[in-house]
Nanobody
Framework: QVHLVQSGGGFVQSGGSLSLSCAAP???????????MGWYRQTPGKERELVAS???????DYVDSVRGRCTSSRNTSRKILYLQVNGLKSEDTGVYYC????????WGQGTQVTVAA
């Protein structure tokens, strides 16, 4: 199980921006760069929803609800995954998890994001 450490999140005003990061300090760089990375959001009573993903080749994809407002990227040398969401809406509220899928896989600890109306 890969060790992922998330930071960022918290309480944000509607229309504001959100920045999350997910570090994989114990992964070797090549494993990090060859993993599929993703950001998921979970709200009470619902399953985790994939919000953004980055493929091994660096291609990104986003759920329709955030497309155009969201950017996910990774810094391979630092082994950190990032998520930026702009124009926040109340429906962006939830617990955000990062995920690594590859030679080693695992989840971050989760970060609460609350968007105030």
């Amino acid at each position: 199980q890969v060790h992922l450490v998330q930071s960022g999140g918290g309480f944000v005003q509607s229309g504001g921006s959100l920045s999350l990061s997910c570090a994989a300090p114990r992964l070797i760089t090549s494993t990090f760069s060859n993993s599929v990375m993703g950001w998921y959001r979970q709200t009470p009573g619902k399953e985790r929803e994939l919000v953004a993903s980055i493929s091994r080749s660096g291609t990104t994809d986003y759920v329709d609800s955030v497309r155009g407002r969201c950017t996910s990227s990774r810094n391979t040398s630092r082994k950190i995954l990032y998520l930026q969401v702009n124009g926040l809406k109340s429906e962006d509220t939830g617990v955000y998890y990062c995920r690594c899928q590859g030679r080693e896989s695992g989840w971050g600890q989760g970060t609460q994001v609350t968007v105030a109306a």
